[in-house]
């Protein structure tokens, strides 16, 4: 079992930057492929980000690239978002979630074994 928890949410500015971090417990964190989605007030969970095990490689959705960035420190056992350029269309909670390998070609909801509970990032316009 890996138990995933998030943080670092809350309101900002439309413009603003936030980091968002999920740390882990459990089972050795390393080999799994990590992800971020977002899921806003009606809509469904969406995919945002990926990292693969190493870290070397990334993937994102259209709507965040060039202003998101997914990164991951194994020896501290968390990944992290870092959003830049925040739009009030970026409120959403936020979810990390853990895959058993894979690929970061392939995150997608159904996919993922672990999940947080989230984290609630509000933007302001």
């Known amino acids: 079992q890996v138990q995933l928890v998030e943080s670092g949410g809350g309101l900002v500015q439309a413009g603003g930057s936030l980091r968002v971090s999920c740390a882990a417990t459990g089972r050795t964190f390393s080999p799994y492929t990590m992800g971020w989605f977002r899921q806003a007030p009606g809509k469904e969970r969406e995919f945002v980000a990926a990292?693969?095990?190493?870290?070397?490689?990334?993937n994102y959705a259209d709507s965040v690239k060039g202003r998101f960035t997914i990164s991951r420190d194994n020896a501290k056992n968390t990944v992290y978002l870092q959003m830049n350029s925040l739009k009030p269309e970026d409120t959403a909670v936020y979810y990390c979630?853990?895959?058993?390998?894979?690929?970061?070609?392939?995150?997608?909801?159904?996919?993922?074994?672990?999940w947080g509970k989230g984290t609630l990032v509000t933007v302001s316009s």
């Open positions: 990292i693969s095990w190493s870290g070397g490689s990334t």
């Open positions: 979630a853990a895959r058993n390998g894979g690929s970061i070609w392939s995150v997608v909801v159904d996919d993922m074994d672990y």
